[in-house]
Each structure stands twice: as structure tokens, then as C-alpha cells.
């Protein structure tokens, strides 16, 4: 599953994708448009380790739904991971088994520089 979760609307993941330079086998999955499936969230939590891993804790729902202010279990994260498009931290690769979570410019760098030496 060589895949690219990301929002269409989001300029950091647009230009994550510009720099990335991503080979065309990589399928573009659009979060809003196309809601992950309980079956692709799994595979992602087996490759991230955790469903908290996968969970964007800056998201808006984040505060106005109080969650900030409650110990979340795993099944917690995995019930709002599915529920919501926005609770996934972005954008999310999956290239030769390996994640890349996020948009820190550690994580891009990081991906980039495997898809370079796994092209």
C-alpha cells in the first residue's frame, strides 16, 4: 500500500506533495472526499504502532469537543480517528512498509530521502 493521506485543502500537505516528488505508484487519498476505512486505519495503526500516533491533537474537534480534557484510550483515538477526517494527524505516507507521519521537516526529510534510496 504505497499511499499519500492527505486534505486537498491543506497548503502544508500540498506542498509536502511538491517536495516530496512523489513516484506515480503512490496513491493520492484525499481524506475528506474518501473516508478511511476501519480496515486501512488498522493497517496504518500495525505500521505507526498506535492509534495515538495517527491522532492530530491540534485539530479544531480536538478543543470544542472537550477531548484535551479527557484521558483517551486507544479505542477512544480509533472511534474519532474514524469518525472524523480532521483527526488525523497530515498527511500520512505509507511507501514500502514504512509511515511517515506528519509535517514536521524531520518527517519530510525523512521520506524523502527514502523514497530517494527505495526508488
Known amino acids: 500500500m504505497n499511499t499519500f493521506f492527505h486534505l486537498k485543502s491543506c ?15 503512490v496513491i493520492m487519498h484525499e481524506i475528506k472526499s474518501e473516508q478511511i476505512s476501519e480496515k486501512q486505519l488498522h ?15 491540534r485539530a479544531q474537534l480536538y478543543k470544542s469537543e472537550g477531548l484535551k480534557d ?39 526529510e525523512a521520506a524523502k530521502a527514502f523514497i530517494q534510496t527505495n526508488e
Open 43 to 57: 493497517n496504518l495503526k500495525d505500521l505507526a504502532g498506535s492509534y495515538e500516533a495517527l491522532f492530530s491533537k
Open 11 to 25: 497548503s502544508t500537505c500540498s506542498r509536502i506533495i511538491k517536495d516530496l516528488n512523489l513516484p506515480r505508484h
Open 70 to 108: 479527557k484521558t483517551l484510550t486507544e479505542d477512544d483515538f480509533k472511534y474519532y480517528l474514524l469518525k472524523h477526517y480532521t483527526f488525523l494527524k497530515r498527511p500520512v505516507l505509507v511507501y514500502k512498509n514504512q509511515i511517515f507521519i506528519g509535517n514536521s521537516a524531520k518527517t519530510v
